[in-house]
């Protein structure tokens, strides 16, 4: 695994040749991740949401999309014409399935890659207009939830969307409202979806707090 230091005026390292060994997502798991998960009605009602949320951005818009995994929203920021799309992800063989997405995609040039710790990588502030944290949070600590939170304020300009299960279930850690607001900085929560009719889980829209 890598870190990576981006400013706006630098390259972001690109993959090798395809990677094997991820932490927990690695052979089959990577590249049935989406076969398994993608008829569901929570993935079907993530997908929605995600849309309705980006759906006022123009072209012209950054997106951090963490963790990457398998690229599901390269066709539709492709669809989008999003001139300038970040991928970071901790399990490089995930990537490697995003990265086959670019095939199909108009500009693949405006996508670009890394394996990156979202909770080690350092990235220049302020850099990107919008980012995304979906299916991040259940495997994160209490601690890093916050640090992970804290971090996307700081590397985004304008919105933030994560999905967060606000009450936890046995062995599935939840990251309650006390916990989102503790770790807010000048941002405040501008939208709160239920995912797929399950109060538990939510998709949450962050923007800063108007001066």
């Known amino acids: 695994m ?5 400013a706006p005026d630098e390259p972001v390292p690109q993959m090798t040749p395809r990677p094997t060994g991820g ?9 049935g991740y989406e076969a398994k998960r993608g008829g569901s009605a929570k993935w079907k009602s993530e997908e929605l949401i995600v849309r309705e949320m980006l759906d006022s951005l123009p072209a012209a818009t950054s997106i951090l999309d963490i963790p990457m995994g398998t690229g599901r ?9 999003f001139d300038d799309v970040w991928g970071y992800d901790i399990e490089p063989e995930m990537l490697w399935e995003a990265k086959e997405k670019l ?3 108009k500009r693949p040039k405006c996508f670009h890659m890394a394996v990156a710790n979202i909770t080690k990588m350092a990235l220049a502030d302020n850099t990107f207009d919008v980012a995304l944290m979906i299916r991040l949070e259940r495997w994160l600590s209490k601690d890093d939830r ?6 996307l304020q700081k590397w985004t300009r304008n919105r933030i969307i994560f999905t967060a299960r606000v009450r936890g279930r046995p062995q599935v850690p939840n990251f309650s409202y006390e916990d989102i607001e503790a770790a807010l900085d000048g941002w405040h929560i ?4 239920v995912v797929a009719n ?3 889980n939510r998709m949450i829209m962050l923007e800063p707090v108007a001066c």
Not at 146 to 151: E, H, I, P, S, W
């Open 190 to 193: 501008a939208r709160d979806e």
């Open 146 to 151: 916050t640090t992970a939170l804290k971090n």
């Open 198 to 200: 399950d109060e538990d």
């Open 23 to 31: 932490r927990k997502y690695k052979g089959d798991l990577a590249t």
């Open 103 to 105: 095939k199909a995609v």
């Open 2 to 6: 890598s870190t990576v230091t981006w």
């Open 73 to 81: 929203f390269i066709p539709y920021y492709d669809e989008r014409d």
